[in-house]
């Protein structure tokens, strides 16, 4: 099936000059050499679902997970809310600092600071302290499919 074309100095084909006359031609290298192509324009999406939790470090759990792997995940904000807290991507890391061990290889973070966190792993907390409750709130911006 052939294409149609438009008729020259038509409708279609002046709206497709002025368009391509809008966009700024953006030139590329690549192996074979320089590459012309038209500027794409792109418009940020707000995600989906917005999901909020809190978890409790104990005596008894002083290690949770709360951020599963999530390929969804766009971003979250990790807030320790009455302790400090060990963060990790290694869950032995995190049971081996658990209760103020030595806390070298683990992310530290104080109560009170709010985390960013802008990849898609898995993250444990561990308590610098189980002498008390420690909880630790979690927001998670995702997309709803993949």
Not at 13 to 28: G, K, L
Not at 72 to 83: E, G, H, L, P, Y
Not at 90 to 97: F, H, S
């Amino acid at each position: 099936m052939s294409e149609i074309q438009p008729r020259p100095g038509g409708m279609v084909d002046t709206a497709r000059q002025q368009a391509a006359q809008a966009q700024p031609e953006q030139t590329v290298t690549n192996a074979d050499g320089p590459v012309s192509y038209q500027a794409v324009r792109v418009r940020e999406e707000p995600p989906d679902l917005g999901t909020a939790r809190t978890v409790t470090l104990s005596a008894a759990n002083p290690v949770l997970t709360v951020l599963y792997a999530d390929r969804q995940r766009r971003s979250a904000v990790i807030v320790a809310v009455d302790n400090d807290i060990y963060l990790s991507t290694d869950q032995g890391a995190a049971n081996q600092v658990a209760g103020g061990a030595s806390a070298e290889i683990v992310f530290y973070l104080p109560k009170g600071l709010p985390l960013p966190v802008a990849n898609q792993a898995q993250l444990w907390a561990a308590a610098t302290t189980t002498a008390t409750s420690s909880r630790v709130s979690v927001l998670v911006s995702q997309d709803s499919m993949p």
